[in-house]
């Protein structure tokens, strides 16, 4: 297994090393799911269920519904 590592944004946005990237099979505009389990976290290129999912979901979410949200929460 080999590590790669990458350095987060202040808007918290990483940038996937090309290792990571030809693992996957990902290139730009592709998505990406993150599987979280406890403290571990796997990243896998995402399948179209998974953006059938968010797609279905999208507009029962509005926790960061408007700009002053945004600027609110900005730091979470």
């Not at 944004?9 to 406890?38: H, M, N, W």
């Not at 979901?57 to 519904?65: C, D, I, R």
């Amino acid at each position: 297994m080999q590590t790669s590592v990458s350095k987060l944004t202040r808007k918290y946005q990483a940038t996937i090393p090309g290792r990571v990237r030809e693992a996957l099979g990902v290139k730009a505009g592709d998505s990406i799911a993150f599987d979280c389990d406890g403290k571990e976290v796997r990243v896998r290129k995402a399948r179209a269920l998974d953006l059938a999912f968010a797609r279905a979901v999208e507009g029962t979410l509005q926790e960061w519904a408007t700009e002053e949200d945004e600027r609110s929460y900005r730091e979470l």
